[in-house]
């Protein structure tokens, strides 16, 4: 009986141990939130919702923002060098003069988004869902390789 109870506790703390260092991250809903200048650089924000937010200048340098939703958010001058932005939803969301050096767009939905004056140097943007017009306007400043994927940014474009 004694074996069974101490078996019984190693299992318990071996399963609270487990919950505790692998629960994932959870997602934060920043929704219509006036996030002027905040910064979010390195941080793992994988999924999390900034729709209609104001990230006017806001630094989102080297950060994980796979699956996020900024749609309709305001995100002139934002920094998103180095940025995972894998399957995110970036619809009509505006991101005049940002950076997006070397920033990783791959699967993003971005059909009505404003890319205007942006900075696309070495960005991956394979599948993602453009308007012909605005593809056209980004082959215009389109240069350089993304260091992680390997990909030519003109390439991802389709630029002629």
């Given at each position: 009986m004694m074996i069974l109870v101490k078996v019984f506790c190693i299992v318990l703390t071996f399963i609270f141990t487990f919950l505790t260092f692998t629960s994932p991250v959870k997602a934060l809903d920043?929704?219509?939130r006036d996030l002027f200048e905040a910064d979010f650089s390195g941080q793992n924000l994988s999924g999390s919702?900034?729709?209609?937010?104001?990230?006017?200048?806001s630094n989102f340098?080297?950060?994980n923002l796979q699956k996020v939703s900024f749609f309709g958010a305001n995100m002139d001058s934002a920094n998103l060098e180095g940025a995972d932005l894998r399957n995110s939803v970036l619809d009509s969301a505006r991101l005049t003069r940002a950076n997006l050096h070397n920033a990783i767009l791959e699967g993003a939905f971005a059909t009505n988004t404003k890319f205007e004056k942006a900075n696309i140097e070495g960005a991956d943007f394979t599948d993602v869902i453009l308007r012909p017009d605005v593809e056209e306007i980004l082959c215009e400043s389109a240069i350089g390789t993304n260091p992680v994927t390997g990909r030519?940014?003109?390439d991802t474009l389709y630029c002629p």
């Amino acid at each position: 009986m004694m074996i069974l109870v101490k078996v019984f506790c190693i299992v318990l703390t071996f399963i609270f141990t487990f919950l505790t260092f692998t629960s994932p991250v959870k997602a934060l809903d920043y929704t219509k939130r006036d996030l002027f200048e905040a910064d979010f650089s390195g941080q793992n924000l994988s999924g999390s919702i900034f729709n209609k937010a104001n990230l006017r200048s806001s630094n989102f340098t080297n950060a994980n923002l796979q699956k996020v939703s900024f749609f309709g958010a305001n995100m002139d001058s934002a920094n998103l060098e180095g940025a995972d932005l894998r399957n995110s939803v970036l619809d009509s969301a505006r991101l005049t003069r940002a950076n997006l050096h070397n920033a990783i767009l791959e699967g993003a939905f971005a059909t009505n988004t404003k890319f205007e004056k942006a900075n696309i140097e070495g960005a991956d943007f394979t599948d993602v869902i453009l308007r012909p017009d605005v593809e056209e306007i980004l082959c215009e400043s389109a240069i350089g390789t993304n260091p992680v994927t390997g990909r030519n940014t003109r390439d991802t474009l389709y630029c002629p």
